[in-house]
Nanobody, 123 residues
Framework: QVLLAESGGGLVQAGGSLRLSCAAS????????MGWFRQAPGKEREFVSA????????IFEDSVKGRSTISRDNAKNTVYLQMNSLKPEDTAGYYC????????????????WGQGTQVTVSS
């Protein structure tokens, strides 16, 4: 069993930055890929970014590419999502997931999820 807890969300003005964190407990964090997804009201959950178990491979959704960074610290069982140049359309609940199938953009590959952290970007 893997427990995930996101933090770092909040209200920020357009153009600002946030760093989201996802702390894992329950074991095997360092052997799993981790991903970030987001979901806005009335919309489906969509992929944001993912990172391999060793941090050497990362992927990003096109709309956040170039203004976001994903990283992990396996010693702290934590994965981070740094988002810069935030836009109102980034407003959503952000969720981290743990995957035994590698760093993919398919939320169905992630077997463990956190409760989410809300990001609201004002214009």
């Amino acid at each position: 069993q893997v427990l995930l807890a996101e933090s770092g969300g909040g209200l920020v003005q357009a153009g600002g930055s946030l760093r989201l964190s996802c702390a894992a407990s329950g074991g095997a964090f360092s052997r799993r890929a981790m991903g970030w997804f987001r979901q806005a009201p009335g919309k489906e959950r969509e992929f944001v970014s993912a990172i391999s178990w060793n941090g050497q491979s990362t992927i990003f959704e096109d709309s956040v590419k170039g203004r976001s960074t994903i990283s992990r610290d396996n010693a702290k069982n934590t994965v981070y999502l740094q988002m810069n140049s935030l836009k109102p359309e980034d407003t959503a609940g952000y969720y981290c997931g743990a995957s035994d199938r590698g760093e993919t953009a398919d939320w169905g590959d992630y077997g463990y999820w956190g409760q989410g952290t809300q990001v609201t970007v004002s214009s």
